[in-house]
């Protein structure tokens, strides 16, 4: 037998027995050049503008007695804060929060409710007034305090954890792109003359319905299912008509009720009880110093808010203490200067030399960044004075100011 054919069989008997020995696998694995994206990275660095990090004119407190944490104010009980991650639902975060702490004040329990829920239904109501309006009424994220009470008495409440409004998985709310669509196809509408309300409607729910999921039709306690206002009535124990909103401004008459004229005052609800600055404040300061908190509204674009020490005052540089009254508030608000951009909940108070200072829990980035007290700023009576715009409280707190309004009538929502 030849010589040559001997060794390539040979050969090939070798190989098929390695091939028999070995049997190897794949897998699909995330493709990772570290090199090369360093190399990336070096280049978009080296041509990239290269930009001095922003600054704001912000007041120094180096000098000034400040509140360094939140455990020097006398609170209310309230839930830890939360985020509202990626929204601008700040008026229903700060308003449930209000709505937990009476909760746990009216009954003694610890409930958690969820603030989709009446997201939700705001736009529903929202998308109605835009087709009753042909597209006149403001249709976006922003909205008041009392808009909570109003959702509440028609569509009721649910606890958190039976509507989350987020992803599983996802750790922050994120409704950037929800609004983005929502308003497009408002717009589409409007563009359309398409003003069948019911396919409005059921459109907006439906894209809802993708990014937030469906809100319940019942929830279940203790074996018991109940609807939403049920709930609200039976085991919270809330009831919409207790709560009145306040405001402090001069283009009304005070001692009547009239409209909060701000674009988030969508349905431009008449029923703010409005009274002089000096009565707004003592309102304020009595109320959380009777155990009654408060959901609270205004301006926080200031010179005088440091997000990472917490601090919210009205520098002099701005307006000196005892120049701000009516005329310096209502001028701001007419001019620009105070905005409708915020909502929170006021929890507590704490008495200094340098004036009375009040507990306020955020859901906004910005109080997150206290480096001290995450979710916390402390603001000075000042601050109120000039900047917040509105409350939200429980009428037996305000007892012997309602009883001033000759013509009072309850918060009402009949759109």
């Not at 209000?98 to 239904?121: C, D, N």
């Not at 009040?358 to 980035?365: A, Q, Y």
């Amino acid at each position: 037998m030849n010589r040559k054919f001997i060794i390539t069989l040979l050969s090939l008997i070798t190989l098929t027995v390695v091939a028999q020995e070995r049997k190897d696998k794949a897998t699909f694995k995330p493709y990772v050049n570290a090199f090369y994206e360093q190399i990336k990275k070096a280049n978009e660095t080296f041509y990239s503008e290269k930009k001095e990090p922003s600054k704001r004119f912000l007041m120094d407190y180096s000098t000034i007695d400040v509140p360094k944490s939140a455990t020097e104010f006398k609170t209310v009980w309230a839930h830890k804060p939360v985020s509202q991650g990626e929204t601008n639902t700040c008026w229903s975060y700060s308003t449930i929060s209000f709505y937990e702490a009476e909760i746990t004040r009216l009954t003694k329990q610890t409930i958690r409710l969820s603030e989709a829920f009446i997201v939700y239904w705001q736009y529903v109501e929202k998308a109605r007034e835009f087709v009753r309006t042909r597209g006149k009424s403001l249709f976006d994220e922003g909205s008041e305090s009392n808009a909570v009470t109003f959702m509440m008495r028609k569509y009721g409440a649910v606890p958190g954890y039976a509507y989350t409004g987020v992803k599983p998985g996802q750790q922050y709310p994120d409704h950037s792109k929800m609004i983005a669509e929502l308003k497009a196809y408002m717009q589409s509408v409007k563009t359309a003359n398409a003003w069948g309300e019911e396919q409005v409607v059921g459109t907006v729910k439906g894209i809802m319905n993708f990014y937030l999921g469906e809100p319940p039709a019942e929830v279940t306690v203790d074996d018991k299912k109940f609807t939403p206002k049920e709930y609200l009535a039976a085991i919270c124990k809330l009831n919409p008509d207790d709560y009145v909103d306040f405001m402090s401004l001069m283009e009304a008459p005070y001692w009547t009720q009239a409209e909060y004229k701000v674009p988030d005052n969508w349905n431009h609800s008449n029923d703010y009880y409005n009274v002089p600055l000096d009565d707004f404040m003592a309102i304020v300061k009595s109320a959380i110093k009777k155990d009654y908190s408060m959901s609270i509204g205004g301006d926080v674009s200031e010179s005088g808010i440091s997000s990472y020490t917490g601090v919210m005052m009205v520098p002099t540089y701005d307006i000196p203490s005892q120049y701000i009254d009516e005329n310096a508030r209502e001028l701001r608000f007419l001019n620009g200067a105070t905005t409708d951009d915020h909502g929170m909940h006021l929890v507590g108070y704490l008495e200094k030399p340098n004036g009375t200072w009040f507990l306020i829990k955020d859901s906004g980035s910005g109080g997150h960044n206290n480096v001290n007290s995450p979710g916390y700023y402390y603001m000075h009576e000042d601050f109120v004075k000039l900047k917040m715009m509105n409350i939200t409280v429980h009428k037996d707190a305000v007892k012997e100011y309602i009883e001033k309004f000759p013509d009072r009538r309850m918060i009402k929502y009949t759109k």
